[in-house]
């Protein structure tokens, strides 16, 4: 099999940098740019691109299969390039219940797209990664285990976290400090890597838990071979978990939309520029420091579920 022709979807590459004015950065002296990796393709927006780009090159056009929740953008992005790029994808959801119910705007554009949908229970789902669980985990969703490309929840893998480290290359001689979102912690791990000597990346966890330290350390130790790159975490702004939000947090996004006509997508982007506003306005950045928020996503017409 050949692996698919990325370059025909036409990714915008390098992503726009855009400068942008707002008193709440500008009055502590600090310069907020957003890295608008969401422009780079309508379909596989952001980090979707940049870690599922060199996922399906090894795909080499066998069917993909790999996991999300109800309203995963990783499994849309899955079955959008599905779609584009001609191969067969298949879709472990977490929720076995889900399966007896009505499909939601998410999980309908995923079969839309022609992925095969798989719901499994929550506790089967934790155990994923176990090979005795995933050996039987292709087997029921009726996949040849030596003919299918499996690709992680989020996309996460090192293939993943060296896609991710041109998102830091093209920030080199721009940025003092580069902050992303996380949820399963690939795109700090590739973005912290690929910073120069004296930048520092900041990763905001979507997620409660505290668990994404271990995880982005696990995801550079097995593609670098060690800790690479200056970075943390800023655990304060999950809001409760994923997809959970507070008045505070609608009310920054939605001010933060009409100041600068950007729609803000609310699991991720939303709790990243109002971290890096909460953190300017206690001083965690000196006057004169470039701050480059990375714009992973747009709102998906089901992200207005919370």
């Not at 066998?62 to 390039?81: E, Q």
């Not at 299918?148 to 998102?167: D, F, I, K």
């Not at 590739?190 to 990346?201: D, E, M, P, R």
């Not at 709790?271 to 001083?283: D, S």
């Amino acid at each position: 099999m050949n692996a698919p022709d990325l370059a025909r979807l036409r990714p915008r590459l390098p992503s726009p940098l855009h400068d942008v004015d707002d008193e709440r950065f500008t009055r502590r002296g600090v310069r907020l740019l957003l890295k608008r990796d969401d422009l780079i393709h309508p379909d596989l927006p952001g980090n979707k691109w940049r870690k599922l780009a060199p996922n399906l090159e090894a795909a080499a056009g066998r069917p993909v299969l790999t996991f999300g929740g109800a309203y995963s953008n990783h499994l849309r992005a899955t079955a959008a390039a599905g779609r584009l790029l001609g191969f067969d994808t298949v879709g472990v959801v977490r929720g076995d219940e889900l399966a007896d119910r009505p499909l939601n705007p998410s999980l309908a554009r995923c079969v839309a797209d022609g992925m095969r949908l798989h719901f499994v229970d929550r506790s089967t789902y934790r155990r994923k990664t176990e090979p005795e669980v995933l050996a039987g985990l292709l087997t029921a969703a009726g996949v040849d285990p030596l003919h299918v490309y499996v690709v992680p929840e989020g996309g996460s893998n090192s293939l993943a976290v060296q896609g991710c480290t041109a998102l830091g290359a093209e920030l080199q001689d721009v940025a003092d400090v580069a902050a992303v979102a996380c949820g399963t912690g690939g795109t700090l791990a590739g973005l912290a890597a690929g910073l120069a000597v004296g930048q520092h990346a900041i990763g905001v966890p979507v997620l409660k838990g505290g668990f994404l330290t271990a995880e982005v350390e696990r995801l550079q130790r097995e593609t670098f071979g060690a800790h690479t790159g200056a970075w943390h975490l800023e655990d304060r702004f999950h809001c409760g978990g994923y997809a959970r939000t507070t008045p505070e947090l609608d009310a920054f996004a939605e001010d933060f939309e009409q100041r600068h006509g950007l729609p803000v997508e609310r699991h991720y982007v939303a709790k990243l520029l109002f971290a890096l506003k909460t953190l300017t306005e206690e001083g965690a950045f000196p006057p004169g420091t470039r701050l480059a928020a990375v714009v992973t996503g747009r709102p998906w017409e089901a992200e207005q579920h919370t």
